[in-house]
């Protein structure tokens, strides 16, 4: 059996000495993804699709919460449809792949295969909003979505990947304000509480808002390697796109008016951060509430009598109280298991052998530290569950410390390159005089682009870290995923 400190999985590359394979060998080796044929898209496989599918089930019950309904769009938007909105297209159309075909023929026009559906949202409220009496509207659509990335990485980025996207509209600014800052929160809590990842809430800068958008928010997480991963965003679109596409409705002082729009996101790239966040040397490390598996129990010397019995008896007990659990009766060697679900990042391991049964007890063990702790059966149940929220609060707790540790305070670009170079990546803290030439010149000399202005702002010096003029806004600056 492994000690507490030595690596099970030999197949996984040391994070140190390679972090791109490391993560990669993780991909591959826990059974998330496979590569295919088409370049830049992946299989999804059942283990990681599960994943998938506990994220989904937690946002999709609290949107649902928050009043709003899905929604399918359509996947193809015609190319005139994706021009009525100037700065929208020009953002997306380096990414964008094009239908030009049905069948043998050539098409009139050119379908785009959506890479975002705001335009598609667009033309069907135009059709169905005419009075205050129907606003607002709360839509969300779960659907797979096309972007033709350069480089691709599994969940960071792959040319077709799976996701979110919330579209909202409402009589006033005010009311879609609102809604932008309440889905941003949404993402925030569902970061924190499920993924156990500590995430800072912001407005992204003028030059990195979403294209077409008033202003965008951000939730930006630093992974194990210091480069920091956006989680999700949120966007307030004002009325340009109601204006561009003849949204109106008569308000109720009976005049022609323009509403407000939103649109939020989230995408499966949530489970790269998840590996990059909480996974080591042995493997994953999956939060409890979106592993498939939350406890799997491993009988030792299952061939003695009672063994597999009582082991099936736990497992009824775990599965009676809601507890996500496996049992692993198969004929590999207690060591391979053990190994297995190290790497499979199964949270909870629950042993039971003859000595086990004979004290009454079971032997669990937690994923994120190893510690071994021998159970009463009495009180199986209750300890499962606390050992599980035992876990959520270990995974959290060392993400916020590694990010407070790679967390570094700057106050002239001299002081940035040389905190990088001695400490690793990490968030950098340097105040900003609002000026878009000092934001690329900070990247540009220092290899760290602006991630967002936090909320939550307090001053390092009262001097831009660029130009050295009156400072606007404390910035958080990193590389990025």
Known sequence: MAKKNEKMVDAITSMDEDFAKWYTDICKKAELIEYTSVKGCMVIRPYGYAIWENIQKILDDSFKQLGHENVCMPMFIPESLLNKEKDHVEGFAPEVAWVTHGGSEKLEERLCVRPTSETLFCEHYANI??????????YNQWVSVVRWEKTTRPFLRSREFLWQEGHTIHATAEEAIEETER???????????????PVVKGKKTESDKFAGAVSTYAIEALMHDGKALQAGTSHYFGDGFAKAFGIQYTNKENKLAYPHQTSWGVTTRLIGAIIMTHGDDNGLALPPAVAPIQAVIIPVAQFKEGVLDKAKELLDRLLSVGIR??????????????????????????????????????????????????IPLDDLETAAAAKLLEVRDGLYEKALENRQRRTYQCKTM?????????????????MWCGDEACEDKVK?????????????QHEISDKCVCCGKPAKHMVLWGKAY
């Open 444 to 456: 540009e000399m220092t290899g760290v682009g602006s991630r967002c202005i936090p909320f939550e």
């Open 325 to 374: 659990a496996k049992l692993d009766d198969s004929d590999n060697s207690p060591g391979w298991k053990f190994a297995e679900y190290e790497m499979k990042g199964v949270p909870l391991r629950i042993e039971i052998g003859p000595k086990d049964i004979e004290n009454d007890q079971c032997v669990m063990v937690t994923r994120h530290n190893r510690e071994k702790s021998f």
């Open 414 to 430: 001299e002081e940035i390159t040389a905190v990088l170079e001695s400490k690793g990546d990490g968030f950098v803290e340097a």
């Open 129 to 138: 909003v005419h009075s205050y009496r129907d606003l607002p509207k709360l």
């Open 183 to 197: 889905m941003l929160n949404c993402y925030a809590d569902f970061c924190e509480r499920s993924l156990a990842i």
